[in-house]
Every structure is written in structure tokens, then in C-alpha cells.
């Protein structure tokens, strides 16, 4: 199982998903977003597929982060891949749910039902 670890954002390749869980708890400020959007777009570039974002540790997003995210769906949708997001704690799912996004995004409980999703 490769393992890959930068400072913001550990990905794990578990057979034919990357899955990707962010250091930061709070993922706020404009230089981070840069640093895990470069990360994540090198990861679809790479090896495109199927890519599950894992929020577990994060308690904070900002609407740039959003916008992070729709971003990168489209590139993963691009390359025929899927994007999942997972273990996102209530307080930032309540803002999907204000926008919308939770329509937008296949958002599930935990990784095991989220790489069982996987077509």
C-alpha cells in the first residue's frame, strides 16, 4: 500500500482509489486551499481514477474550499474518474446542505461505505 504525505494532505492508494485525509483542521486560509488544490490536481493529472476525500480530522472549511472542491470534481470528471467525500462532521455538512453541494457531491457516512460505492 504506497503511501504519499505532504504537509497538508496524506494520500493512500487502497487498490484502484486514492484515498486522500487532510492534516489541517481547519482548512481556511487562501495559501492553504493553493497548496492542497496543486496536491490534488497533480494526483488527478497522475494517475486520474477514482479519488475518496476523507474530512475526519477537519472542522473547518471556508467557502474557497468550496470552491476547491467543485473544481476538482470537474477535473476528476474529466479524466473519467469519481469523487466521494467522507466523514464530514456535522457542522460543515449543515453548510453543504445550505448550498446545495450535498446534491452536488456523493458524501457518505465513512470510507468503508464510500470505497464500497465505487463503480
Known amino acids: ?8 494532505i496524506k494520500i ?9 485525509e487532510f492534516s489541517d483542521r481547519k482548512i481556511l486560509d487562501e495559501m492553504c ?3 492542497i488544490q496543486e496536491e490534488l490536481n497533480q494526483l488527478v493529472e ?7 476525500l476523507c474530512f475526519r480530522n477537519v472542522e473547518h472549511l471556508s467557502s ?11 477535473r476528476v470528471e474529466e479524466k473519467k474518474g469519481q469523487l466521494k467525500l467522507s466523514d464530514i462532521n456535522p457542522q460543515i ?3 453543504f446542505k ?4 450535498n446534491k452536488l457531491f456523493d458524501i457518505h457516512a ?9 463503480s
Open 33 to 35: 486551499i493553493h497548496e
Open 98 to 101: 445550505i448550498t446545495r453541494l
Open 93 to 95: 455538512f449543515e453548510v
Open 64 to 74: 474557497a474550499a468550496l470552491g476547491m472542491l467543485i473544481t476538482l470534481k470537474k
Open 46 to 52: 497522475g494517475q486520474g481514477g477514482n479519488l475518496l
Open 110 to 118: 465513512n470510507v468503508d461505505n464510500a470505497r464500497a460505492s465505487f
Open 1 to 8: 500500500m504506497a503511501e504519499q504525505a505532504s504537509s497538508r
Open 12 to 20: 493512500r492508494d487502497l487498490s484502484g482509489v486514492s484515498l486522500v
